[in-house]
T-cell receptor, first 114, second 111 residues
Framework: NAGVTQTPKFQVLKTGQSMTLQCAQDMNHNSMYWYRQDPGMGLRLIYYSASEGTTDKGEVPNGYNVSRLNKREFSLRLESAAPSQTSVYFC?????????????FGQGTRLTVV | DAKTTQPPSMDCAEGRAANLPCNHSTISGNEYVYWYRQIHSQGPQYIIHGLKNNETNEMASLIITEDRKSSTLILPHATLRDTAVYYCIVRGPNQGGKLIFGQGTELSVKP
């Protein structure tokens, strides 16, 4: 059982380049989330999808777009990367709203924008 | 979501109990208290959660005060592998299940 899988694990981009971070879960979870974590900081929510077909902004959505492709997959896109987006990105999934259950996190994508 | 306040850092001797406090004085009646930890910048790991009763699982115990304004996570016999950042999070039932992280407590378990 893989849980939450993120690809790639590491990426270096030049300023202005675009890329998509992929996330997939195999736990049949309704909700999925994207977080970023800057050095020495806690995690901040970028976007989330409470259920298939819905997405909502989190705390820091500017500069990002998301797609809930199906129940398993939730991707995060940087259209024009900036050095301020250098961070570790975590995807998570959970049963979702109204249910007092835990979220499961992937191992992260370490992104550097130069 | 109610805000939480945690001490930025704590030390604990190996083999002793680690007691991590969390203040959540603005918690609402239907909000749960969750604890996660993050080891060496890995993905956060769920530990335990509760509403108003004390809870225990194989990892830890969660003690919530009667007025629910604060809680304590207890690691009964801390090991070096418990060195991590511990996050206390308050989460309501109708917010898409999202977790809003604060700064957490950096726990150092020392030999």
């Amino acid at each position: 059982n893989a849980g939450v899988t993120q690809t790639p694990k590491f990426q270096v981009l030049k300023t202005g380049q675009s890329m998509t971070l992929q996330c997939a879960q195999d736990m049949n979870h309704n909700s999925m989330y994207w977080y970023r974590q800057d050095p020495g900081m806690g995690l901040r929510l970028i976007y989330y999808s409470a259920s298939e077909g819905t997405t909502d902004k989190g705390e820091v959505p500017n500069g990002y777009n998301v797609s809930r492709l199906n129940k398993r997959e939730f991707s995060l896109r940087l259209e024009s990367a900036a050095p301020s987006q250098t961070s570790v990105y975590f995807c998570a999934s959970g049963l979702g709203s109204g249910l007092n259950t835990e979220a499961f996190f992937g191992q992260g994508t370490r992104l550097t924008v130069v | 979501d109610a805000k939480t306040t945690q001490p930025p850092s704590m030390d604990c001797a190996e083999g002793r109990a680690a007691n991590l406090p969390c203040n959540h004085s603005t918690i609402s009646g239907n909000e749960y208290v969750y604890w996660y930890r993050q080891i060496h910048s890995q993905g956060p790991q769920y530990i335990i959660h509760g509403l108003k009763n004390n809870e225990t699982n194989e990892m830890a115990s969660l003690i919530i005060t009667e007025d629910r304004k604060s809680s304590t996570l207890i690691l009964p016999h801390a090991t070096l592998r418990d060195t991590a950042v511990y996050y206390c999070i308050v989460r309501g039932p109708n917010q898409g299940g999202k977790l809003i992280f604060g700064q957490g407590t950096e726990l150092s378990v020392k030999p």
